[in-house]
Every structure is written in C-alpha cells, then in structure tokens.
C-alpha cells in the first residue's frame, strides 16, 4: 500500500485563486517532497520539507508539514493555467513512497 | 546534460516475452531507482540502487529483476511479461548532496497484450 494519500483527488480552479492540497502519511519520515507531473511526462521536483520544519516557501508554493498529525499541504497562490498538472507527495524514510496525486486544473 | 534518459519510450510485448528496459543519468548520483505508475496511481517503487553494486527490493518487485551496470546505468528486466505489468515505469536519480531530490526520466510506456 502507498504511504502518502492526497487529498482532494482533482480540483479546478479558476486562474488567480490558490489551490490548496493536502497529503497524509502513514510512518516516520526524514523529509517529505512534492513533485509535478505535467500529462505524459515525467515528475519534476518542486519543494522539500525535512521533519523538523514546519513551513517553507519558495516562490508562490508555501509547504506546510505537521509531523503529529502525518500530513502535509502544498498551496499554490495566484494560480495560472500553466500550473494545471498532477501533484504528488512523497515520503523518504529509507525509501521513497508516492502519494496517488491531486489533479489541478486551472482555467484560464 | 541530459539528466537522466530512458529507452525505448514505448515497446509492445506479447505475454512471456521479455525485454530489458534501459536507464541512464550523467549527474553522478548514487542513487537510481525504478518506479511504475499505473493509470490515476501515484508511483510505486519496484527497486532501486542505493549505490553502484548494491540493488534493494521495492514495493512491487515481482515479476522484475534489475541491474547496476556501473554508477551511470540501471536496467530493468521483465523476464516473462503479464499484462498486469502494462504501465509506464520511470526511472529517477538522486543523491544525498540534495536530499535525495528525485531527478525523473521521460517514461516507458509498456503495453502487454
């Protein structure tokens, strides 16, 4: 079974509003990473959390992780329709476990 | 720099057939690792290579066997295909310079009829 779950399952939005996604895990973790999936292609790395932090930021994605309750959100803010992709989280203790991923679809 | 490449891009196997998927990344990363994602799935770890010489068991190793040919190459066979292992495997890198940030390959595409 996958360690990471997130949540929702697909989410459109219009162009400009955030888009908010959470993910919750199962173990312990040494970080918790997100990554993008743009259709048919391979999954590019956007942010790592390590297990003492509890936000970080880069650009316009904020990554919250709370550790007492396994989870974690990812929030991209003013929104774009190039951000329309598939987002996943996934965990590293040891070995690398992915999440089923949230759809994002943003309209223009 | 071509980060990491993969071939074929896709391939159509009659069940038993076999076939070597290839796998290669010019980062210098220690890490390889190959995962399989079936439709509206996250990925889900088959093996992977901590480091040249050494390969681990993932979450769904059956049915597949690997191979880490030096640091640059990591390949991974079906020995007798099943059309449960129709899916498209992607094969990443990483290091622990960068936390083990997962570098991505473009995908096999792989259909068993």
């Known amino acids: 079974s996958q360690q990471g779950e997130e949540d929702p399952q697909a989410l459109s939005i219009q162009e400009g509003e955030n888009a908010t996604m959470n993910c919750s895990y199962k173990?312990?973790?040494?970080?918790l990473q997100w990554y993008r999936q743009n259709s048919g292609r391979g999954l590019v790395h956007l942010i790592l959390?390590?297990?003492?932090?509890r936000e970080k930021h880069s650009g316009r994605l904020r990554v919250t992780l709370d550790t007492s309750k396994k989870s974690s959100s990812l929030l991209i803010t003013a929104s774009r329709a190039a951000d329309t992709a598939s987002y996943f989280c996934?965990?590293?203790?040891?070995?690398?476990?992915f999440g089923s991923g949230t759809k994002l679809n943003v309209k223009p | 720099n071509a980060g990491v490449t993969q071939t074929p891009k896709f391939q159509v196997l009659k069940t038993g057939q076999s076939m070597t998927l290839q796998c290669a990344q010019d980062m210098n990363h220690n890490s390889m690792y190959w995962y399989r994602q079936d439709p509206g799935m996250g990925l889900r770890l088959i093996y992977y290579s901590a480091s040249e010489g050494t390969t681990d068991k993932g979450e769904v190793p059956n049915g597949y066997n690997v191979s880490r040919l030096n640091k640059r190459e990591f390949s991974l066979r079906l020995e007798s295909a099943a059309p449960s292992q129709t899916s498209v495997y992607f094969c990443a890198s990483s290091t622990r310079d960068r936390n083990y940030e997962q570098y991505f390959g473009p995908g096999t595409r792989l259909t068993v009829t």
């Open positions: 959390i390590r297990s003492n932090e």
């Open positions: 173990t312990s973790i040494n970080n």
């Open positions: 996934a965990t590293n203790f040891n070995k690398f476990y």
